[in-house]
């Protein structure tokens, strides 16, 4: 790590009390040594970096960093406390705190020596002989890796996968086969394969926890006697896993922090998405979790614009930035918004549509469960279940708005995108209103954020300043500018989807259910979905009709598999039988994403004939004139439909087209022996995932 620290920049007496002190104790140093050009900015951008996520991890480390304009040259500084300092971490104070600068353009080659301070750090070694270091000059050299602190020998293959980490953004580290004690050791022992899993990490600078967390997992993948190949998603960009190390994995593990990049690739696998820093803490626990997950067959629903983790604080998702096309952004931002309103629209519209089923629609116009409530009515229950649906029903619009603006331009767009979702409902501009309010929040906070500020003003600018303005601003061009014209055209567009009737209306089905089995939970299908719930916030007849046709065509790719395993085994591997059975009840409760594996092994074939099925399907619910006002559930919710027995002609009549189509395409190539079909399915990565519902 060559000039990135010196004995100057090393403070083995560090005296600071709390984290802020420690840090512009050792920004000071760098300052002195004239590697940062203004003091107070720089320590502004490292508070605002320490406001996204705590810096201190488990076993006495501190780790703030940042990337500065005041940064001239990349810089590490390091202090050691003897009483132990805050950082956040769960098992107490750091009595080892680095200090990682790094400018605003640094290039890649940079940002990489600094990532390799972040795998050192798990190395006990190293941190053993920082803590009993003397001499500064000494230290530096140490974490320079001038004089590298003793540990067991690695062998060869290890040794060239660390230097390949070194010099990229990938790293392979493979399991070690026998001597693990663990089953995946004595099955390599055996000449087996090993358990294997690909993981992602990324932290928001990409700078240290993103490497140190792919260091961890590695570490106890190599103990656990498992594969573990990662990907670490950094701030100088990725590269990317090879298609076939992921189609051979096991199962994924994401401990990330922002939005993985690419999400669609890992379809079909059981999947732990954690925070960064669980892939640093706990990375055994991790593993195992994912062997249990893989075990129960555990298949996770990704699509684009999933972003939930079971824990740590998800960002925007930045995968497309500057350098990317507009419309590919576009969609990033819109599918932030709809990924984020998504749970709101089921709690919300499930929970309205079982008042209907317990006391009819007119529950709908129930006085106040909080003036009128009694415990052995069901009206009453069901005017409690409609009001809180209602409740949750309302916070569609803000959300869709506010985690649009998120997506754009992160944390400070938040509250001028939900200000604006709000405004929306309030002018009646309705779905497409938060739409466009979403845009113009982003649009307007990205730019505020363009405008050079003093550094004093840097630490409140996200949670003070740029809200407030951007609120003004959004504010006044929903109510005065944008949001009237909005609203006129809203009404227009529900005007119009009421009117459908006739061909009209069967081609709008034909479209919908082309758009639900394309991508079968990508971006398509949730444009389509959005769509359909949008109309469910002031539900006429026109957007009810569209609402089941979008939920009878989700349901046509699962079901048309289940029935071409059933109808013709002999076309499909061992694997994808099983899969079938599991089919069955995912396409029943409206999960596409339950025909996923199917379409990974064979795209061509699969996917024009779930296409045809869902237009089919589409369009004969449109004909029919089926109506849903719930936005989930499957067959669950048939009561809740109007038209229920053709609605279920409708899908009944999709499925049997998709697995006809299905069946002659699959028969027309030569139909491979099971034997042959496993090899097939072990290669493609599926036969060792069946999916479970």
């Not at 997992?217 to 573990?228: F, K, S, T, Y």
């Not at 991790?286 to 079971?310: C, F, M, N, Q, T």
């Not at 109510?479 to 055209?489: E, N, T």
Request: glycine share 12%; aromatic share 6%; net charge negative.
């Amino acid at each position: 790590m060559s000039e990135l620290i010196t004995a100057e920049l090393v403070d083995l007496d560090l005296s600071a009390a709390t984290k802020n002190a420690a840090a512009r104790s050792l920004a000071e140093r760098m300052v002195a040594a004239h590697r940062v050009t203004d003091l107070d900015g720089f320590l502004a951008d490292v508070a605002a970096r320490e406001a996204q996520m705590p810096t201190g991890l488990d076993g006495g480390i501190g780790i703030p960093h940042c990337r500065s304009r005041h940064v001239n040259a990349p810089t590490l500084a390091f202090g050691r406390s003897a009483a132990g300092i805050d950082f956040g971490a769960a098992d107490g104070p750091a009595d080892l705190i680095f200090l990682v600068a790094a400018p605003a353009g640094a290039d890649d080659d940079h940002l990489t020596i600094l990532s390799g301070l972040a795998r050192r750090l798990m190395d006990p070694e190293f941190t053993a002989a920082l803590r009993a270091g003397t001499d500064p000059a000494a230290v530096a050299a140490l974490i320079r890796g001038e004089e590298p602190a003793e540990r067991p020998a690695v062998d060869e293959e290890r040794a060239e996968d660390e230097e390949r980490a070194e010099d990229g953004e990938q790293a392979e580290y493979p399991g070690p086969g026998a001597g693990s004690g663990s089953e995946a050791g004595d099955a390599g022992a055996a000449g087996s394969v090993p358990f294997r899993i690909v993981a992602v990490t990324s932290c928001p600078t990409g700078i240290a926890h993103t490497y140190m967390a792919a260091e961890s997992l590695a570490a106890a993948g190599r103990a656990e006697g498992v594969e573990v190949t990662v990907e670490t998603q950094g701030s100088g960009g990725f590269k990317k896993l090879d298609p076939a190390v992921i189609s051979a994995a096991d199962a994924v593990i994401w401990a990330h922090d922002v939005e993985v990049r690419e999400k669609a690739r890992f379809r079909g696998k059981p999947l732990v998405d954690v925070g960064v820093k669980a892939g640093i803490n706990r990375p055994a626990e991790l593993i195992a979790e994912a062997r249990r997950k893989a075990a129960r067959g555990e298949i996770a629903a990704v699509s684009e614009s999933d972003g939930g983790k079971d824990s740590g604080d998800g960002g925007a998702d930045r995968s497309g930035a500057p350098d990317a096309h507009f419309g590919v952004r576009l969609r990033t931002y819109l599918m932030s918004g709809v990924s984020y309103m998504v749970p709101f629209v089921a709690a919300g519209g499930l929970l309205i549509a079982l008042s209907f089923a317990i006391g009819g629609y007119e529950t709908a116009s129930a006085k106040s469960v909080a003036d009128h409530f009694v415990w052995g009515e069901a009206d009453s229950w069901a005017a409690l279940l409609n009001q809180t649906g209602s409740a949750a029903f309302a916070f569609l619009v803000p959300v869709l708005a506010g985690y649009i603006a998120y997506g754009m331009a992160d944390r400070p767009a938040l509250v001028p995108g939900f200000v604006g979702g709000s405004i929306a409902l309030t002018v009646n501009a309705g779905f497409l209103g938060g739409l466009v309010a979403g845009l113009l929040a982003g649009a307007v906070v990205m730019a505020i954020q363009r405008v050079p500020v003093h550094a004093t003003l840097r630490g409140i600018m996200p949670v003070l300043v740029i809200p407030l303005i951007a609120s003004a601003v959004v504010g006044f061009l929903m109510f005065i500018v944008v949001g009237k014209p909005v609203a006129s055209l809203q009404n227009a567009l529900t005007d119009r989807l009421n009117g459908l009737s006739g061909s009209n209306a069967v081609i709008l089905g034909v479209v919908l259910g082309l758009m639900m089995c394309f991508d079968m939970g990508g971006p398509l299908n949730k444009v389509a979905y959005a769509f359909a719930v949008g109309g469910l916030a002031d539900p006429t007849d026109g957007s009810l009709k569209v609402m089941a046709a979008v939920m009878a065509a989700g349901m046509v790719p699962p079901l048309a598999m289940a029935l071409a395993t059933t109808v013709r085994r002999k076309l499909f591997t061992k694997t994808e039988r099983e899969n079938g059975r599991a089919a069955w009840v995912l396409g029943a409760s409206f999960i596409t994403e339950g025909a996923i594996p199917f379409a990974a092994a064979d795209p061509l074939r699969v996917i024009p004939s779930v296409m045809a099925g869902g237009a089919v399907t589409g369009a004969l619910s449109m004909a029919f004139g089926a109506t849903l006002r719930a936005p989930h559930g499957g067959v669950f919710v048939v009561p809740l439909i109007g038209q229920p027995l053709l609605y279920l002609l409708a899908v009944a009549a999709g499925t049997l087209v998709a697995t006809a189509l299905v069946v002659l395409l699959k028969g027309a190539r030569r139909a491979a022996p099971d034997t042959a079909g496993e090899a097939g399915a072990a290669g493609s990565g599926d036969s060792r995932v069946p999916v479970a519902a």
